[in-house]
């Protein structure tokens, strides 16, 4: 049993977990050991399905259930051809909380509801927020430009007052977060609590390679860059020579690798051309990327499994918060979320004193 529960807010409340500490949904790194590891320390885990065929979906929520007693959430692609199947898996197997990159649709959210299930998207600027809340969603993250994987470029001190303001349901902040300091902070603003990737990546609970830790651990404060070439969306990851060089190589020298890529990901995920195909045109429609961008996009996820799962930087891209120049251990998810609300109780303890 970890820490008792020290602070009380919003999102603990609707969700039912102890501390108000969120693991992101990372593609290829929150499987069943970091999200029940997560669950199991009083957070709320968060399982990532984009890289997971709707059958390894379910065993994976399986999996986490035999881990764990406590509630969990999974990370869908709104815009996945097979998202109402994957919501139905949801509902099926009683998962507690359902996150979204993108926004889902308003039938899609009151769906989940009708079942329970709390819907929390992730939200880049104020008016999304206010659309998602108006469709009925229960809480929004946001995730300011510090963050890693698909960032923007506003930073989270400003991006979360902007998004405080403009709605009235729980607000957890993700950006930039690694220790108590930060939770205080965010609660200070006003969040109902923080989401955590990178600090999360960095546990004895994650399933990364430990070469692929210590690499990680290797990098100070200008570790990372954002770069559009993996594909054409803005993706802060460690610097490596070979994002370097990814960089500095044009789009037709690309396109040979990528469409290798592609068949790849058309093999792992059992997807048929058909399938695959208005995958890419649901994706397109829902994030108004060009076709250009959506050759690249094949890039992604065979480019993050390279790096996460099999380790090898010299073919694979590491998605990377700027939190990963302060961070110089492997905690456990219990000592990590321990230490988090530890500090975080005693910060906001001591600025009491600054009240007249």
Same mark, same amino acid.
């Given at each position: 049993?970890?820490?008792?529960?020290?602070?009380?807010?919003?999102?603990?409340?609707?969700?039912?977990? %102890?501390?108000?500490?969120?693991? !992101?949904?990372?593609?290829?790194?929150?499987?069943?050991?970091?999200?029940?590891?997560?669950?199991?320390?009083? *957070?709320?885990?968060?399982?990532?399905?984009?890289?997971? $065929?709707?059958? @390894?979906? @379910?065993?994976?929520?399986?999996?986490?259930? %035999?881990?764990?007693?406590?509630?969990?959430?999974?990370?869908?692609?709104?815009? =996945?051809? /097979?998202?109402?199947?994957?919501?139905?898996?949801?509902?099926?197997?009683?998962?507690?909380?359902?996150?979204? =990159?993108?926004?889902?649709?308003? @039938?899609?959210?009151?769906?989940?509801?009708?079942?329970?299930?709390?819907?929390?998207?992730?939200?880049?600027?104020?008016?999304?927020?206010?659309?998602?809340?108006?469709?009925?969603?229960?809480?929004?993250?946001?995730?300011?430009? @510090?963050?890693?994987?698909? !960032? *923007?470029?506003?930073? !989270?001190?400003?991006?979360?007052?902007?998004?405080? /303001?403009?709605?009235?349901?729980?607000?957890?902040?993700?950006?930039?977060?690694?220790?108590?300091?930060?939770?205080?902070?965010?609660?200070?603003? *006003?969040?109902?609590?923080?989401?955590?990737?990178?600090?999360?990546?960095?546990?004895?609970?994650?399933?990364?390679?430990?070469?692929?830790?210590?690499?990680?651990?290797?990098?100070?404060?200008?570790?990372?860059?954002?770069?559009?070439?993996?594909?054409?969306?803005?993706?802060?990851?460690?610097?490596?020579?070979?994002?370097?060089?990814?960089?500095?190589?044009?789009?037709?020298?690309?396109?040979?690798?990528?469409?290798? %890529?592609?068949?790849?990901?058309?093999?792992? $995920?059992?997807?048929?051309?058909?399938?695959?195909?208005? /995958?890419?045109? $649901?994706?397109?429609?829902?994030?108004? %990327?060009?076709?250009?961008?959506?050759?690249?996009?094949?890039?992604?996820?065979?480019?993050?499994?390279?790096?996460?799962?099999? *380790?090898?930087?010299?073919?694979?891209?590491?998605?990377?918060?700027?939190?990963?120049?302060?961070?110089?251990?492997?905690? !456990?998810?219990?000592?990590?979320?321990?230490?988090?609300?530890?500090?975080?109780?005693?910060?906001?303890?001591?600025?009491?004193?600054?009240?007249?």
């Amino acid at each position: 049993m970890s820490t008792e529960q020290l602070l009380r807010t919003p999102l603990s409340d609707l969700v039912g977990i %102890r501390h108000p500490v969120v693991q !992101t949904g990372m593609g290829w790194v929150a499987g069943p050991s970091l999200v029940g590891g997560t669950a199991n320390a009083g *957070g709320l885990g968060i399982l990532a399905s984009a890289t997971m $065929s709707l059958e @390894e979906l @379910e065993q994976a929520i399986i999996a986490v259930k %035999r881990r764990t007693d406590q509630p969990f959430g999974v990370n869908l692609r709104a815009d =996945a051809g /097979d998202a109402r199947q994957r919501v139905d898996l949801l509902i099926e197997h009683g998962v507690k909380v359902a996150s979204f =990159a993108l926004a889902p649709k308003k @039938e899609l959210i009151a769906k989940l509801k009708d079942h329970g299930i709390v819907v929390m998207p992730s939200v880049g600027a104020p008016r999304h927020a206010e659309k998602v809340a108006a469709w009925g969603a229960d809480a929004v993250m946001v995730q300011g430009g @510090e963050g890693g994987g698909h !960032t *923007g470029s506003v930073p !989270t001190t400003l991006l979360l007052p902007s998004v405080l /303001d403009a709605v009235n349901i729980p607000v957890v902040a993700a950006g930039g977060f690694f220790d108590g300091r930060g939770l205080a902070a965010a609660l200070s603003y *006003g969040a109902a609590g923080i989401g955590m990737g990178t600090r999360f990546l960095l546990t004895k609970d994650s399933a990364v390679p430990d070469a692929v830790k210590r690499l990680y651990l290797s990098h100070d404060v200008n570790g990372t860059v954002v770069t559009d070439k993996v594909d054409g969306m803005p993706h802060r990851m460690l610097r490596t020579r070979f994002v370097e060089e990814l960089q500095e190589t044009s789009i037709l020298k690309r396109l040979g690798p990528t469409i290798r %890529r592609t068949l790849k990901f058309k093999k792992l $995920s059992g997807m048929s051309w058909r399938e695959l195909a208005a /995958d890419g045109r $649901s994706m397109k429609h829902g994030s108004g %990327r060009s076709w250009a961008q959506m050759v690249l996009a094949a890039n992604t996820p065979m480019m993050l499994k390279a790096g996460l799962v099999e *380790g090898d930087t010299n073919a694979g891209v590491l998605a990377a918060g700027q939190v990963v120049g302060v961070l110089d251990d492997l905690p !456990t998810c219990e000592e990590l979320i321990d230490r988090v609300v530890t500090e975080a109780a005693e910060c906001l303890r001591q600025t009491q004193k600054y009240a007249l």
